[in-house]
Each structure stands twice: as C-alpha cells, then as structure tokens.
T-cell receptor
Framework: KAGVTQTPRYLIKTRGQQVTLSCSPISGHRSVSWYQQTPGQGLQFLFEYFSETQRNKGNFPGRFSGRQFSNSRSEMNVSTLELGDSALYLC???????????FGNGTRLTVT | ELKVEQNPLFLSMQEGKNYTIYCNYSTTSDRLYWYRQDPGKSLESLFVLLSNGAVKQEGRLMASLDTKARLSTLHITAAVHDLSATYFCAVDIRNNDMRFGAGTRLTVKP
C-alpha cells in the first residue's frame, strides 16, 4: 500500500513569492492534515481537511491556505512568502479523525 | 494555552541501559500518541494510548498513560543503537489537531 506522497521534496523560493505544495494521502484515507516543522517552533498544526471541508485551522496567518479535492488529495498554498516560512511542511493522512497520522516525507521549503 | 512538555530533550544512553522519557500535558485528553523521527525522515507512529492506564509495548519500547496526572511515559529497555532517533509525544485536541512536544533526541552509544 503506497504511503503519503508529498511533492515536491525541496523548494527554494524568494521572499514575496507564493508556493503550492501537494499531498496524496494513503488510498482510502479521507482526513488530511498539514504541519509545519521548524527547529525553533517544532511541529505546529496548520489545518485539517475531511471530505473537502476544512474542519480545523491552526494559529497561522491567512497567507497559509489549503484545499482538498474529491479524491482526497490536498494542496496547501503560502502567499507572500517570508523568510520565517522556511520549514519542513509535513502532510499526514488518517482513515478517520482521532486515529494515528501517517506522515509523508515532507516538502522542505527554503525562502531566500 | 495547551502545553505539551517532554523531558529530557536530549538523552545519551549506553547500549543495554534502561531509561524513561516523560510527557506532561496541560489539558484533559484521553488520546495520546508517540511518534519517532529519524534524521532527515518523516514521523512514524509508534503508539496510540486511548484511556487512563493504557499500556502498549513494542519490542524494547513501552508506553503508558495516566490521564489523571496528565502524564505519559515512554520506557526504553536495554537500548540498542537502532533506537537512536527523536521521539515525540502528541496530544490530540480534535480532528487531528495534534499538539506535539518538543521531542527527545535519543542517542544510543555502544
């Protein structure tokens, strides 16, 4: 069974640009969550989608947005990039809420 | 504000020794997770603890949960080098909004 797939693995962007990250969950998983991991702040919850609906959102500015498609694939978008957005962005899927998360390998975003 | 505190943050162990990682959290929750992360890799789910008194064991790792004390422990028995990694505990707030501890970086030395 294929795991959670995130693309691209690495991205380098310039301040002010925008970026879109993609996540394909495990087949059959309908819940997709996004997390940001940085050395300073650790793992922080961004948002969670279930059946194309955002059910939860973490404490991030509106520049961070996401969506989920009918096939459960998800994208997150960060607009007007700032240096502080440099991080590893992890996508995770689960069969239902409140079950273990299966994480992808992440997208490492570097903002210069 | 919910806090999830792990200690120690860094742990250097000799092979064959035992040790415990502690995870304290500040909100009522009956759902606690332990994850492992190897350098440069993603997180792997180790244990799900769903109720007070829950105990789970896998190989040399054993996790327990005391919801009244808001404390979970991850006990390592007879450590081996392959256990070197960063271990995170996480409390599920709702709908996969998980609050993670800062992580415990474990190094097992021969």
């Amino acid at each position: 069974k294929a795991g959670v797939t995130q693309t691209p693995r690495y991205l380098i962007k310039t301040r002010g640009q925008q970026v879109t990250l993609s996540c394909s969950p495990i087949s059959g998983h309908r819940s997709v969550s996004w997390y940001q991991q940085t050395p300073g702040q650790g793992l922080q919850f961004l948002f969670e989608y279930f059946s194309e609906t955002q059910r939860n959102k973490g404490n991030f500015p509106g520049r961070f947005s996401g969506r989920q498609f009918s096939n459960s694939r998800s994208e997150m978008n960060v607009s007007t990039l700032e240096l502080g957005d440099s991080a590893l962005y992890l996508c995770a899927s689960s069969l239902v809420a409140n079950s273990p998360l299966h994480f992808g390998n992440g997208t490492r975003l570097t903002v210069t | 504000e919910l806090k999830v505190e792990q200690n120690p943050l860094f742990l250097s162990m000799q092979e064959g020794k035992n040790y415990t990682i502690y995870c304290n959290y500040s909100t009522t929750s009956d759902r606690l997770y332990w994850y492992r992360q190897d350098p440069g890799k993603s997180l792997e789910s180790l244990f799900v603890l769903l109720s007070n008194g829950a105990v789970k064991q896998e190989g040399r790792l054993m996790a327990s949960l005391d919801t009244k004390a808001r404390l979970s422990t991850l006990h390592i028995t007879a450590a081996v080098h392959d256990l070197s990694a960063t271990y995170f505990c996480a409390v599920d707030i709702r709908n996969n909004d998980m609050r993670f501890g800062a992580g415990t970086r474990l190094t097992v030395k021969p």
